[in-house]
Nanobody
Framework: QVQLIESGGGSVQAGGSLRLSCSFS????????MAWFRQIPGKQREGVAR????????ALSDFVSSRFRISRDNTNNTLYLQINSLEPEDTAMYFC????????????????????WGQGTLVTVSS
């Protein structure tokens, strides 16, 4: 059974950086395209970035800027999200998600298209 565990969240001041990690287990990581989502309490979960199973193709959602970068290490079964120049508006719970497909392009950032989810890691940015 696929298990995803996020880590790396925390409380930081605006302008700082964080690298979130998502550890994957229970299947062959390189068979899955991956994505990061975030959710602010009271709001819908929104996509942040996605990456193909090989790591060769990545995309950011329209809601985030190039301050965000998604990457993966298929040797170590880990997904990453680098966030630079953090802003208070980035405060949210961040989730990683997996889809058993080479590409997440068809799934886009529709949460129901991803079968596996982690429990989330909280990012809090203070001004």
């Amino acid at each position: 059974q696929v298990q995803l565990i996020e880590s790396g969240g925390g409380s930081v001041q605006a302008g700082g950086s964080l690298r979130l990690s998502c550890s994957f287990s229970g299947d062959i990581f390189s068979y899955y395209c991956m994505a990061w989502f975030r959710q602010i309490p009271g709001k819908q979960r929104e996509g942040v970035a996605r990456i193909s199973s090989s790591g060769g193709m990545a995309a950011l959602s329209d809601f985030v800027s190039s301050r965000f970068r998604i990457s993966r290490d298929n040797t170590n079964n880990t997904l990453y999200l680098q966030i630079n120049s953090l802003e208070p508006e980035d405060t949210a719970m961040y989730f990683c998600a997996a889809r058993a497909s080479r590409s997440c392009q068809t799934a886009g950032f529709t949460p129901t298209m991803y079968a596996h989810w982690g429990q989330g890691t909280l990012v809090t940015v203070s001004s």
